[in-house]
C-alpha cells in the first residue's frame, strides 16, 4: 500500500485515517467491509419504505450515516441525515422516496469507488503498538449499551479511533452492532473485548462474581 493514500471519489482519506487513529493500515480493511456490507446499496431501505417503516427507515439511514461518516464520505452523511429526518417527520412518500434514491445512488458511487482503488489490494503497513484505554470511557460505553441509549451510538463514535487503536480489527463486529443499534449484542461483543485473556491467551465474556 502506498505511503500518501490515493484519492478515491467522494471520501476524505485524511479524515478517514484521523478516525482510525492515523493507522493507515486499518482504514484499508475498514473501506474494504464498508464496500462488502453495502455491495446491495442499502436495499433494505428500500423494502422499508414500501413497508411504510418510517422507524426502521430512520434507523438505517442512522446506521449508514455512522459508517459513512466514519470513513471520510463527504456527500453521503447529508443525504443519509436528510432521510432520517423525513422519516421521523413522517413526510409524504414522495418527497422520503427521492431523498432514499439519492442516498443509494451515492451510495452505489462510493463502492464502486472504493472497489476501483486497486491499492487497497495492496499489503498494508504494520501498524503501532496499542495504548491503553482509560476504564472510565469504556464503562461509561457499556452502561450507554446496557441501556440500550441512541447516545451510545455518538460515543462509541468518538471512541472508534482509540478502540481500533487497542483492539484493532476486533471492534468491526462491534461497530456494526451498534451501528445497527442491536445494544445488547454490542454489550456482550465489547465485555468480550474487555475481558482479561485466559491463561491460553483468549479473551472471554466477563462473568458476575
Given at each position: 500500500?502506498?505511503?500518501?493514500?490515493?484519492?478515491?471519489?467522494?471520501?476524505?482519506?485524511?479524515a478517514?485515517?484521523?478516525?482510525?487513529?492515523?493507522?493507515?493500515?486499518?482504514?484499508?480493511?475498514?473501506?474494504?467491509?464498508?464496500?462488502?456490507?453495502?455491495?446491495?446499496?442499502?436495499?433494505?431501505?428500500?423494502?422499508?419504505?414500501?413497508?411504510?417503516?418510517?422507524?426502521?427507515?430512520?434507523?438505517?439511514?442512522?446506521?449508514?450515516?455512522?459508517?459513512?461518516?466514519?470513513i471520510?464520505?463527504?456527500r453521503?452523511?447529508?443525504?443519509?441525515?436528510?432521510?432520517?429526518?423525513?422519516?421521523?417527520?413522517?413526510?409524504?412518500?414522495?418527497?422520503?422516496?427521492?431523498?432514499?434514491?439519492?442516498?443509494?445512488?451515492?451510495l452505489?458511487?462510493?463502492v464502486?469507488?472504493?472497489?476501483?482503488?486497486?491499492?487497497?489490494?495492496?499489503?498494508?503497513?504494520?501498524?503501532?503498538?496499542?495504548?491503553?484505554?482509560?476504564?472510565?470511557?469504556?464503562?461509561?460505553?457499556?452502561?450507554?449499551?446496557?441501556?440500550?441509549?441512541?447516545?451510545?451510538?455518538?460515543?462509541?463514535?468518538?471512541l472508534?479511533?482509540?478502540?481500533?487503536?487497542?483492539?484493532g480489527?476486533?471492534?468491526?463486529?462491534?461497530?456494526?452492532?451498534?451501528?445497527?443499534?442491536?445494544?445488547?449484542?454490542?454489550?456482550?461483543?465489547?465485555?468480550?473485548?474487555?475481558?482479561?485473556?485466559?491463561?491460553?491467551?483468549?479473551?472471554?465474556?466477563?462473568?458476575?462474581?
Amino acid at each position: 500500500m502506498p505511503a500518501a493514500l490515493p484519492a478515491i471519489d467522494g471520501l476524505d482519506l485524511v479524515a478517514a485515517v484521523h478516525n482510525v487513529g492515523g493507522r493507515s493500515g486499518v482504514i484499508v480493511r475498514v473501506l474494504r467491509q464498508f464496500a462488502a456490507h453495502y455491495a446491495d446499496g442499502a436495499a433494505e431501505l428500500t423494502r422499508q419504505l414500501a413497508d411504510g417503516d418510517f422507524a426502521a427507515l430512520a434507523r438505517t439511514a442512522h446506521s449508514v450515516k455512522g459508517a459513512s461518516a466514519s470513513i471520510g464520505a463527504l456527500r453521503l452523511p447529508p443525504l443519509t441525515e436528510a432521510v432520517e429526518r423525513a422519516a421521523a417527520a413522517g413526510q409524504p412518500s414522495r418527497e422520503l422516496a427521492a431523498g432514499v434514491a439519492n442516498l443509494q445512488r451515492e451510495l452505489a458511487q462510493v463502492v464502486a469507488a472504493i472497489r476501483g482503488a486497486r491499492w487497497l489490494d495492496e499489503p498494508a503497513p504494520a501498524t503501532p503498538a496499542p495504548h491503553p484505554l482509560p476504564e472510565e470511557l469504556l464503562d461509561r460505553l457499556e452502561a450507554r449499551l446496557a441501556e440500550a441509549d441512541y447516545d451510545a451510538t455518538e460515543l462509541f463514535r468518538g471512541l472508534a479511533p482509540a478502540l481500533r487503536n487497542h483492539f484493532g480489527s476486533a471492534v468491526d463486529e462491534l461497530q456494526t452492532s451498534v451501528l445497527a443499534f442491536e445494544f445488547e449484542r454490542a454489550v456482550g461483543l465489547l465485555r468480550q473485548l474487555r475481558a482479561p485473556p485466559r491463561p491460553g491467551g483468549r479473551a472471554s465474556a466477563r462473568t458476575a462474581e
